[in-house]
């Protein structure tokens, strides 16, 4: 999972630093493909509020969500694109 450092780290979707007492999400590395758009949340951190407000952003939650609830249908899901 990310590495976050509360006053440090840059959120991936708006780049401003998450402060000690903003809600963070934190993505594991190799979510998502490297030509995705949202390949910038692999490894990284992002306010909640972010991802929630941007349809775009959701889907990377979304995805994030799906993993860690069953990595295994996850990765069965990528299998089928
Ligand atoms: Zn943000």
């Known amino acids: ?7 440090r780290t840059r959120c ?9 007492d903003d809600e963070v999400v934190m993505f594991p ?4 493909a490297d030509r995705s758009v949202l390949a ?9 509020a972010c991802l929630t407000g941007d349809e775009l952003w959701l889907e990377a939650l979304e995805a994030r969500d799906f993993f860690l609830r069953d990595p ?10």
């Open 12 to 20: 991936a979707a708006c780049r401003e630093v998450i402060g000690h």
């Open 1 to 7: 999972m990310a590495l976050f450092l509360p006053g």
């Open 72 to 81: 295994v249908a996850f990765i069965r899901s990528l299998e089928d694109r």
């Open 40 to 48: 910038r949340f692999n490894d990284a951190s992002a306010h909640r």
């Open 29 to 32: 590395p190799g979510l998502f």
